[in-house]
């Protein structure tokens, strides 16, 4: 089973970009769909943003046109390009492999704030 660890979190004013980062400890290249959740204070975790196969995607509403998704199967890495950061977007972010399967594979998070 591969592990996933997150990186590029971190403090950022309205208005401004990260790129976070999920390596994966092995080839993600069999797993179908990846993902990034988040999960602010107080709330329950919440999809963010699916990759299925090499280039399908989804994303919630509030981050549409604003975040991308992506995967380098080469790297074993997927990645959430933020621009455009809202207040409302701070939150820990978790990357998953098979998000929807039974027993889903979980990073151990990596903060992003917001600051307005």
């Known amino acids: 089973q591969v592990q996933l660890v997150e990186s590029g979190g971190g403090l950022v004013q309205a208005g401004g970009s990260l790129r976070l980062s999920c390596a994966a400890s092995g080839s993600i290249f069999n797993i179908a769909v990846m993902a990034w959740y988040r999960q602010a204070p107080g709330k329950q975790r919440e999809s963010v943003a699916i990759?299925?196969?090499?280039?399908?995607?989804n994303y919630a509403d509030s981050v549409k046109g604003r975040f991308a998704i992506s995967r380098d199967n080469a790297k074993n890495t997927i990645y959430l390009q933020m621009n455009s950061l809202k207040p409302e977007d701070t939150a820990v972010y978790y990357c998953?492999?098979?998000?929807?399967?039974?027993?889903?594979?979980w990073g151990q998070g990596t903060q992003v704030t917001v600051s307005s």
């Open positions: 998953c492999a098979d998000p929807y399967r039974t027993s889903p594979i």
């Open positions: 990759i299925i196969g090499a280039d399908s995607t």
